[in-house]
């Protein structure tokens, strides 16, 4: 059971992700009723010995087969665009955090605030505690408010990466001289753990992401011992 529950997405911890998720099973339910569909015609046609050689058209099948292909796209079509808008929609951000790319591990300023900025490296497996993950956890984690409008400027200081965090449906490309923006709001509190998405060198797979999310009070406690 663990087994084919590692095989499906992670929990969403934002409405976002939520929505990701329903047109997910959305799809594959279409795709499901699709796949049923053409094997038991190819089953039905391999086993019978029905047949008619003097068949040369069939104007309502032909149109019945072109036209169910193009309603089932459609169905596909607006929910995908739908997304599509939610994910670039930028509401108003009631906090901005920037995220800086290096070759291998991420910087992050809360321009908000003064002088709260860090950089954020992967930790080595001989400083972590039971239970922290290998390769997953960072010695500065980024902490954020839950329940909180956030907006997040992705750019890289030397070659491409990505700024990825799956709970979150998020994933920015990180572009040297480019600004990039995404925006999240996290309905639970927890830790949201991400990485680079992006082929970015020999260290690529070891600036992972991890995201704190604390209520409102925390985060202010927080800021303030920072």
Known sequence: MATWGNLGM??????????????HDHALMILTMITVMVAYI??????????????????MIEFIWTALP???????????LHLLYLI???????????????????????????N???DSYMKPYNEMNDNEFRLLDVDNRVVLPMNTQIRVLVTAADVLHS??????????DAIPGRLNQGSFMISRPGLLY??????????????????ESVPTDNFIKWLKSN
């Open 10 to 23: 992670q929990d969403a911890a934002s409405p976002l992700m939520e929505q990701l998720i329903f047109f």
């Open 42 to 59: 190819m089953i039905s046609l391999s086993s019978n010995n029905f047949i008619n050689r003097n068949l040369l058209e069939g104007q």
């Open 70 to 80: 193009a309603v089932t796209l459609i169905f596909i079509a607006m929910p995908s």
């Open 88 to 114: 670039d929609e930028v509401n108003s951000p009631m906090l901005t955090v920037k995220s800086i790319g290096h070759q291998w591990y991420w910087s992050y300023e809360y321009s908000d605030f003064n």
């Open 116 to 118: 709260v900025e860090f």
């Open 163 to 172: 700024w990825t965090v799956p709970a979150l449906g998020i994933k920015i």
């Open 194 to 211: 991400g990485q680079c998405s992006e082929i970015c060198g020999a260290n690529h797979s070891f600036m992972p992401i991890v995201i």
